[in-house]
């Protein structure tokens, strides 16, 4: 018996993920002419396409589902006592190493991280579990000489050089400064936001107020954020500016652990929803705690360099608007007239919060990766791989492309008819250039869900055919029904309704 399913080609590399990501204008380095900026990237035609409809998903599925959730856009610069009130002026800190003989620099964390999946790997998962443990412990209490102990003990080497000779671990603020003020006296030290959640802590009373919220409720924010990366590479995954789609749930104290378990599932649905396989999606629980959270976990996804973290749901408790409390001496209460089992109001409290915190970026990077398809396609001589991204359809930069089968006789005339009736509602792209089968591959590379193919019985009977990406099957259609078929599969109520 034949094996009637395509065979896939051999595993994507990140290799061939950037290489069509640029190649296809999704993924362009900064300032390329100038040989680009390490772990800066900027999104093209395409891109930010994609971009733009993960943001606008993400959006609905937290302010429009819930009832209980509204957005700001708060900005990127912040009163600089904001950081201190955080805790990242004192302690957004990496531990870094350098190995002298490489000269390269290390996070320090992170080679001992890839040392416990080493141990998981190689069937020893207790050993690497314990080791994290001992990291955790070390970090915890600020014992970086205890840390290069460790890494020297373990044997860990550069991978370039191959050396142990490190130098000692150092902490490093990934905090990016700037001056406010045009006149050097007058300057203040400012920073570019390193989340974008402070926006939303510092605004919590404005919103409870103005929008006459009633606990639990929530606050929605997608921006950018920045951060000195010690090491930066694997393309999007770490950038030095990049995007954060934040939200940062109040709750009554005592009750954040059941919250942080009910949004643990809800966005752990949202990224199946998404299209992105249940199997390459795992929680990641957290040993380490930032200084703020009393419970910590990671939405993992498997990109093609490993399960990577793509979200955090951390249980931040009051840690924040307190802390926002004390140094700018306003007070960050809310009064809770909802009766205990007393029959008494909660009164007055700082709330707790649990936060959700994706970025857009490394969403991006997965969804991308998972659409990248390489399908064996044909027998014998004839057999060829065949390479398309297969997006959600809701999620495709391009809906339909619209084909005059030759560029003559009307054809192209009809077609731009058909463009002018789509185009107000979906984007939709005319092209005539090249013969049909290649315009067909140009727009599975982007992932087109549809192409529309203008031919000359569309002149006698005004039907056209609509091929399917994923089937590249064909079907004969009227021009009037062509709004509703594609409405229906590229709406975002295909990936809403899932939630
Ligand atoms: P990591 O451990 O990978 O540095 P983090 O735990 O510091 O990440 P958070 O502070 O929890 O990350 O930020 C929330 C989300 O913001 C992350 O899950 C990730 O999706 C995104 N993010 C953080 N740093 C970067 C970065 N340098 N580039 C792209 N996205 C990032």
Redesign the pocket.
């Known amino acids: 018996m034949e094996d009637a399913k395509p065979k896939l080609a051999p595993a994507t590399s990140l290799q061939d993920i950037i290489s069509h990501a640029k190649e296809y204008g999704f993924v362009f380095p900064s300032s390329e002419i100038y040989d680009g900026l390490q772990?800066v990237y900027d999104y093209g035609q395409n891109g930010v396409e994609l971009k733009n409809n993960l943001k606008s998903v993400w959006w609905k599925a937290m302010t429009q589902l819930h009832d209980n959730v509204v957005g700001i856009d708060a900005s990127i610069f912040m009163h600089p006592l904001t950081w201190k009130a955080s805790g990242h002026v004192d302690s957004f800190n990496d531990p870094m190493i350098d190995n002298k003989d490489s000269k390269k620099r290390y996070r320090a964390d992170q080679l001992l991280e890839l040392k416990a999946e080493e141990y998981a790997a190689n069937g020893q998962p207790e050993k690497g579990h314990e080791l994290l443990l001992e990291m955790a412990r070390l970090l915890g209490e600020n014992d970086l000489d205890g840390v290069r102990e460790l890494i020297i003990s373990e044997g860990i080497v550069d991978p370039i050089s191959k050396t142990a000779n490190w130098t000692e671990v150092r902490q490093f603020n990934l905090m990016f400064s700037t001056q406010v003020g045009s006149v050097a006296e007058d300057s203040s030290l400012i920073y570019l936001r390193p989340?974008t959640a402070q926006g939303i802590f510092v605004n919590f009373l404005n919103v409870q107020k103005t929008g006459r919220m009633k606990i639990p409720f929530g606050i929605a924010q997608i921006g950018k954020?920045f951060?000195n990366?010690i090491v930066?590479r694997q393309f999007?995954?770490?950038?030095?500016e990049?995007e954060?789609m934040?939200m940062q749930f109040f709750v009554r104290p005592g009750t954040e652990m059941e919250w942080y378990e009910k949004w643990k599932e809800a966005r752990l649905n949202f990224h199946k929803a998404v299209g992105l396989p249940a199997e390459k999606l795992k929680f990641h629980v957290h040993e380490k705690l930032a200084h703020y959270a009393n419970a910590a976990v990671?939405i993992e996804y498997q990109f093609p360099f490993g399960f990577?973290?793509?979200?955090?749901i951390?249980s931040r408790t009051d840690f924040d608007l307190k802390s926002h409390q004390e140094l700018s001496r306003k007070k960050q209460q809310y009064f809770d007239n909802d009766l205990d089992e007393n029959g008494k109001p909660f009164g007055n409290y700082i709330p707790y919060v649990v936060e959700t915190?994706?970025?857009a970026?490394?969403?991006f990077l997965a969804v991308f990766c998972n659409a990248f398809t390489e399908e064996v396609v044909g027998e014998g001589e004839t057999q060829k791989t065949r390479t398309y991204l297969k997006l959600h359809p809701a999620l495709a930069p391009v809906k339909a492309a619209i084909f005059p089968l030759v560029r003559k006789d009307g054809l192209p005339e009809k077609a731009q008819q058909i463009l002018k009736l789509l185009r107000s509602d979906f984007r939709v792209i005319y092209e005539e250039r090249d013969a049909i089968g290649k315009r067909y591959t140009r727009q599975d590379l982007i992932g087109t869900p549809f192409c529309i193919a203008v031919d000359y019985q569309t002149l006698e009977d005004d039907t056209v055919t609509i091929r399917h990406r994923d089937t590249t099957e064909q079907i004969r259609m009227p021009i009037s029904e062509l709004k509703q078929h594609i409405g229906q599969a590229v709406s975002m109520e295909r990936i809403l309704e899932q939630l």
């Not at 990577?308 to 955090?312: A, L, S, T, V, Y």
């Open positions: 772990a989340e954020a951060r990366e930066a999007t995954f770490r950038m030095r990049f954060q934040e990671d990577r973290e793509m979200e955090g951390h915190s994706v970025g970026d490394r969403l």
